[in-house]
């Protein structure tokens, strides 16, 4: 078919376990009669519907060790009653096996929803292509708002990087000022201790002072009233 394919370069990858439910593998060795002409395969002979499938959700395509290239298509076969009901089951399960985190950004729970997502679209779409149209715009919003956000988070981590790598580069002129000030500190704490000191010093001899003047004043008066 002529649609986008998800080429993936080892066997392993391309087969890993997915929730979207695809068809068997198929080789995209060109298929030729006895004569050696290419003849198309019935592979190669798809509905509108199958187009808008494919273009939804692109094949995936791998390369495998012996350098033969496998091509595997999203499944035609609509989703049955069961289909459904084990969708929920099958994605926790997956959660739960794979360690995705509940909340926060994990990869692995937003690769999981992904392909829910899809397997819904594809149940949708060959129900009624039109709605699967619909789901698919829905799909392809999200993950650009996912995007926008995932932008938004980068920038603001190399902004916080940033402002802190600034933040450090003053740390030791900052420290030195610190250390400058605390120097100054000391040496005006020791300025105030010697200034009360010299107060304490001056009051006693000030109080000494005018316990004398007041001996000799009592000692002039007591002489003046004997004389008398």
Known sequence: PHCTMAHVTNAQEGTKESIIKYDAPISTAPVVDKYGNKVQSAHENVSKVEEML???????EWTDKDGKTWKQCPSKEPASRLDVTSLQEQLDKKLSERKARESGICYVREELYGQCMDEIIRH??????????LLMRARDEIRMTIDAYKTLFKSSVNFGIKKNLTSEHGIPELEAQVAELEKE???????????KAKLDMVEKHEAERRVADD??????LDF???KK
Do not use: F, N
């Open 185 to 195: 500190k000391a040496a005006l704490d020791l300025t105030v201790y010697e200034l």
């Open 215 to 220: 001996k000799q004043r009592k000692e002039e």
């Open 54 to 60: 494919y273009a939804m959700i692109p094949p995936r």
């Open 224 to 226: 003046l009233q004997h």
């Open 124 to 133: 949708v779409t060959l129900d009624g292509p039109e709605r699967g149209l």
